[in-house]
Every structure is written in structure tokens, then in C-alpha cells.
């Protein structure tokens, strides 16, 4: 074999093994870094690790982004120049663009006021208004994808105010398919209660939750990602 032709022949290993990659993109849309959502988070992305290391989870915390939600700019729909990928540049782009190429997709965000944070809110503005067609109303997405939808509250499953990810769960599911959900519900707040005015909660009744389910929620959160992984 020639020198030319071995080079050829690692080049094309590489991009093959580069081809072989899944990638998996989480979005933290929440501010505190190790609290309840963050923690799913990070089970979630060592479930898909631990499926091989074919699987690249990448993760990014929206609080760290100094972004805008949509500007209304219109560039995604110009005639002969509509895009399904946002055209509007700043610190959010890269994202938005990895996500268009990636194989799986994992929001998580705490639920505030019935609603997911405003950051994670903004963020899906400028994930979504590009796959909307005005012209019929459909929407696409540059790739269809699994997707694992988490929301933290303080609600118990028989009495939240969640409304998850509200009018974008159905851009989502037109765009990607039917979302996956890990639902942390009644989680601990804070550490301890009485250092609040949190007299609505008790600290004991939060900590027998707490015992009863996190480890199970944690446990879900992990083999989510190793079926995205495994998908
Ligand atoms: C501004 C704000 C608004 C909230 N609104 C709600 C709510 O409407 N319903 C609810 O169940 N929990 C609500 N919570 C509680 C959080 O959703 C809950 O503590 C969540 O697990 C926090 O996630 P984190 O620990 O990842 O920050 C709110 C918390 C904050 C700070």
C-alpha cells in the first residue's frame, strides 16, 4: 500500500468512526447547578455515557447562555432563504445549530409559576419558530430525534399547577416525535426549612418524599439515557 493510500484509509476510518458518533444534546433550562433538575440531568447523561463511547452527551446550561428569545427578525422565512435553523446569530447559535444535527434531545427545567423557567421558554422560541411554516402551518424540523422532556415542582402528582412545557410540547412533538417525560415531583427546595419563610412545607413530610422517590426518579432519569443511547 502506498503512503497516499494509508493516509486515505485513516482519513476515511476517522470520518466513518466520526459518522458512527450519536450525540446527545441536554439543555438544563434551570439556574441552580446541583440541585433537583441538574441532578436528573446529569443521571440522564451518565446512563447514555455508560452505553458505550460511541455516545457523545453534550450539556449546556441555558443560565450560562446571554441570549435573546425570539426577535421576530423573519431572516428564518425570507423567500428562497427560509431556514428551519435560526438565523438570528448570537451566544445561542452554536447551540441551535448542534441540535439540528444531533441524534437525541433532553430538556430540563424546574417548573415555575405552572410554566418551565423564561430562559428555557426563550430558548425554545428560537428552536421552534424556524420550523413553523406560515405558509401552511406545518413545522419541520431540519432532524427528527427521541426526545426526553424533565420537569421539576413542588407539586405531588395528584395536586401540581405543572403545565409542562405548555404550547411548545406540541411543536416538539410535530417537529421531533412524542417526547419521553421524567417528572421529579415534591422535591426538596432548599436544605433546610427553617432557615425560610417556606411555612406552607414541612421539612419532615419533603424528606419522606424525598426517600421514598428520588432514588427512583434518579433511577428513571439514568435508564432514559441509556435508551436514547441504545435507540
Ligand atoms: C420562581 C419560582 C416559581 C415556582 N413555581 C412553582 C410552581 O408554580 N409549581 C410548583 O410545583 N413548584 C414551583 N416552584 C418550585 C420549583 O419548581 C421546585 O423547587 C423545583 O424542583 C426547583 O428546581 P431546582 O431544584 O432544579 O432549582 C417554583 C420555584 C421558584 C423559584
Not at 441570549?67 to 447551540?95: E, T, V, W
Request: proline share 3%.
Amino acid at each position: 500500500m502506498h503512503a497516499y493510500q494509508i493516509v486515505a484509509y485513516i482519513l476515511n476510518d476517522s470520518e466513518q468512526k466520526q459518522s458512527d458518533m450519536k450525540k446527545i444534546v441536554i439543555v438544563d433550562g434551570g439556574p441552580r447547578r446541583d440541585m433537583n433538575t441538574a441532578q436528573l440531568l446529569q443521571r440522564f447523561a451518565e446512563g447514555a455515557k455508560s452505553v458505550g463511547e460511541d455516545v457523545e452527551v453534550k450539556s449546556v446550561r441555558l443560565y450560562d447562555i446571554d441570549y435573546k428569545g425570539c426577535m421576530s427578525c423573519m431572516a428564518c422565512k425570507l423567500k428562497g432563504k427560509a431556514s428551519n435553523i435560526c438565523r438570528f446569530r448570537d451566544a445561542l447559535s452554536p447551540l441551535l445549530d448542534e441540535i439540528a444535527e444531533a441524534d437525541g434531545l433532553v430538556l430540563g427545567s424546574p417548573i415555575y409559576f405552572g410554566e418551565v423557567t423564561g430562559k428555557m421558554r426563550a430558548f425554545l422560541e428560537r428552536l421552534a419558530f424556524p420550523w413553523l411554516s406560515y405558509n401552511d402551518y406545518s413545522l419541520t424540523a431540519p432532524k427528527r430525534m427521541p426526545v426526553v422532556l424533565v420537569e421539576t415542582m413542588n407539586g405531588t402528582p395528584e395536586r401540581n399547577n405543572s403545565n409542562h412545557f405548555g404550547t411548545m410540547e406540541w411543536c416538539l412533538t410535530t417537529a421531533l416525535g412524542e417526547p419521553e417525560r421524567i417528572i421529579g415531583y415534591n422535591t426538596c427546595q432548599v436544605a433546610k426549612y427553617d432557615n425560610y419563610e417556606l411555612g406552607s412545607f414541612s421539612e419532615e413530610a419533603k424528606h419522606v418524599w424525598r426517600d421514598a422517590h428520588w432514588e427512583e426518579d434518579l433511577q428513571r432519569a439514568y435508564d432514559a439515557g441509556r435508551k436514547m443511547a441504545e435507540q
